[in-house]
């Protein structure tokens, strides 16, 4: 018999955003006792305050600072993955932002596809958090990612996600995959049955949800 689960939403906090329900179907991961099933890809701290996920995947496009993590980390109420380069920002650099991430609370520090196997090594040795790698592609040599000390995947190759991961989940049944789950319930449903075992989800933008209320507001009486 399914459980009947009591909802409270008050006035003010009805309109937060909620992560789509069928990311509770994916297994999840147990880190540092908390099991993570949703991440939220943002940076944004009005976003990351109004949103129920699980977690917070941190990632932007330009150099890691310390001082946007330390923001992200203080505002959130949940568990927070700090991006720390890889791609253009690498080496000792990484490394360094690595540990700062650590010191101030990161759950986990997550690094760009073009990372190498040496600075996965590095990072690995010097941090006690979990060290994520990110695949954007089905090429990718997995096995000198593990070897190299990645802890976790993430899985992102925009609609290739789910193959991805199933191809990955057939060669190594127990690596923790945390997967881009894409726009729709559908595609969220495709990235778990692939055998991902969190989800990350983009939520709108904060110019997307002022659109839906300012066009409520115009026809307002």
Not at 36 to 42: C, G, N, Q, Y
Not at 59 to 83: C, E, K, N, R
Request: charged residues 20%; aromatic residues 4%; glycine residues 8%.
């Amino acid at each position: 018999m399914a459980k009947q689960i009591p909802i409270y939403t008050g006035t003010l906090r009805s309109h937060s955003l909620t992560v789509p329900h069928c990311v509770s179907e994916c297994s999840g991961i147990r880190i540092f006792g908390r099991r993570i099933k949703s991440l939220a890809f943002s940076t944004d701290v009005a976003i990351i305050k109004n949103i129920n996920a699980d977690a917070i995947i941190a990632v932007y496009p330009f150099t890691p600072q310390p001082v946007i993590s330390q923001a992200i980390i203080s505002v959130s109420d949940v568990p927070v993955f700090v991006g720390v380069g890889g791609g253009i920002t690498t080496g000792k650099r990484s490394v360094r932002l690595a540990i700062q991430a650590e010191i101030q609370g990161a759950y986990g520090v997550v690094l760009n596809a073009p990372t190498s196997d040496e600075v996965i090594r590095q990072i690995k040795e010097v941090v006690d958090i979990p060290v994520v790698i990110t695949v954007a592609s089905a090429h990718t040599d997995i096995r000198s990612r593990l070897e190299a000390g990645a802890d976790f995947l993430n899985i992102s190759g925009a609609a290739a996600t789910p193959e991805i991961v199933a191809e990955i989940r057939r060669d190594f049944p127990e690596v923790p995959i945390i997967a881009t789950g894409g726009p729709t319930e559908d595609t969220i449903l495709r990235t778990i049955r692939a055998g991902a075992n969190a989800v990350s989800y983009t939520p709108p933008t904060n110019g997307a949800l002022f659109s839906q209320i300012m066009e409520k507001h115009r026809k307002a009486p």
